[in-house]
């Protein structure tokens, strides 16, 4: 009798398998048809598009106006370009405030201190502002965690790790406070004509191959190097052997950086410091042995620097490149552009910079953008839709493929794509990508009163190098300066 009743229940249970199935299919296609592309102007992009809910309204916010302060890198310049597609598509219009590093401080110093919200967008160095003006930025997650707003493209998790640790969050990450804007990183540039030229007469005064590409290219040989490139080669071909960031300025403590962990050296033995970032820190490794070998090595490297005794920032070291008078130089990878579009275009080839005891270690310098949480709540919605076009895919690969861009993108898919399809055509992409994989890439310290740390490391090492002070009092100095004022 029970399996009589099964029998004439079956049909029932069809027909309900039945409205089940298409009620569910029915839900997915609702579902498919809540979200929608934003194309800004452009066709659809393989590399990903800006999607929405179906019902959200991109030009909600037509007639705002929104202020952009931002360092005046690629990044930024290719950005000026492209903001007027956004435009059009939403009616907002961004006012993008490109200035040099220092200028950039300043402002944003007095930005976050003053409260005006004169800036609604900012562009948000970690080491500078991140680390001391976190409570001034917006959380990120409001929106990005909202269902009723377009969210990044492939969500967060899309973004290289460490980048995504070190800009995007201070001490843990409970509050999302930038999206991961740019990727600069120091590689060595290099004059591959001259290096062609005369490498059997290096090869054979010198005993090795002085090939930067090599992949066994030492900081001792760089130094031998440049001072036989100085010595022998023409001053019609090139004047200076090197050129290395010397100046009494952040660029002398990054380009120590590279050094310090090229041979095992660290400023800090927190591990926490180095991502997500710290209000305290401990004591500082300045005396071990490491480190000295470092500050002793970085005396010999900028000694090679002949011609300036006030050293060099990163903009002056890149201009006597570029005109052709030094045959290597240390910087950012963000001066590709300017390279390519001078006159030693095409003369130039690119690695990672060279091995010191233990690693070649180059020194990671990208940012994001945030929103400034002085700003209107509906200008701050306008900044949202900003940085969802501004941090997509296709802006990214903008800035890695026009002609006055080649930085690489923050996003791990994208890398994949560029070092396989691009590394043949584009002369930079080998170092660069190489020199931001973990093995290769150093982090340097994020911590709450960064300004007095770097303060102490700007001060002693262009004391050292100006004043050709020793390696063991200027060790100790560091230390008991960084004591009384952390």
Not at 157 to 179: A, G
Not at 268 to 291: H, M, P, Q, R, W
Not at 292 to 314: E, H, M, P, S, V
């Amino acid at each position: 009798m029970g399996w009589r009743n099964c029998k004439s229940i079956r049909p029932l249970l069809a027909f309900f398998c039945i409205i089940i199935f298409l009620s569910t299919g029915c839900s997915k296609q609702v579902e498919q048809a809540q979200t929608k592309v934003a194309l800004f102007g452009e066709n659809s992009s393989e590399f990903g598009n800006v999607e929405a809910p179906g019902d959200f309204d991109w030009r909600q916010n037509e007639g705002v106006i929104l202020n952009f302060i931002c360092e005046d890198n690629i990044n930024a310049n290719v950005l000026s370009k492209e903001v007027e597609k956004f435009t059009e598509a939403t009616g907002i219009r961004v006012n993008i405030k490109r200035m040099d590093f220092n200028t950039l401080e300043e402002k944003i110093n007095m930005e976050f201190i003053s409260k005006t919200a004169q800036y609604d967008l900012i562009y948000v160095d970690p080491y500078k502002t991140l680390n001391r003006f976190s409570d001034g930025l917006e959380d990120l997650n409001i929106y990005e965690k909202d269902p009723s707003l377009p969210h990044i493209v492939g969500g967060i998790d899309s973004f290289i790790k460490e980048q995504l640790e070190i800009c995007s969050y201070f001490e843990d990450s409970e509050k999302l406070y930038t999206i991961p804007f740019d990727s600069t990183t120091m590689i060595l540039f290099y004059r591959k004509d001259i290096f062609d030229e005369y490498r059997k007469e290096m090869i054979k005064d010198l005993g090795f191959d002085p090939d930067p590409a090599s992949g066994y290219f030492t900081w001792d040989q760089y130094i031998e190097v440049s001072k036989w490139i100085t010595a022998n080669v023409l001053n019609t071909d090139v004047k200076f052997g090197s050129i290395t960031m010397s100046a009494r300025h952040n660029s002398i403590y990054t380009a120590f950086s590279t050094i310090l962990s090229a041979y095992g050296g660290n400023y800090f033995s927190n591990d926490k410091i180095f991502n997500f970032g710290t209000s305290t820190a401990n004591e500082l490794l300045s005396k071990t042995s490491e480190f000295k070998t470092a500050l002793r090595k970085f005396k010999d490297i900028i000694a090679l620097n002949t011609d300036n005794k006030q050293g060099y920032t990163w903009e002056e070291a890149a201009a006597v490149f570029t005109e052709g008078k030094a045959a290597m130089m240390i910087n950012w990878d963000e001066n590709i552009s300017a390279v390519e579009n001078s006159e030693v275009a095409g003369k130039v080839g690119y690695s990672i910079l060279p091995k010191g005891s233990v690693r070649s270690a180059n020194i990671y310098g990208g940012s994001g953008i945030g929103i400034n949480s002085y700003a209107s709540s509906k200008k701050k919605l306008a900044a949202w839709m900003f940085i969802v076009w501004a941090t997509s895919p296709e802006v990214q690969m903008k800035s890695f493929l026009k002609k006055d861009g080649g930085t690489l993108p923050t996003r791990t898919a994208l890398i994949e794509k560029i070092e396989k399809e691009y590394s043949q055509t584009m002369p930079q992409v080998t170092a660069v990508v190489m020199s931001q994989k973990k093995e290769y890439a150093y982090y340097r310290p994020k911590l709450k009163n960064g300004y007095d740390f770097e303060d102490v490391m700007i001060t002693n090492l262009y004391d050292m190098v100006q004043n050709d002070l020793s390696v063991r009092s200027v060790s100790i100095n560091m230390k008991s300066q960084w004591s009384e004022r952390r």
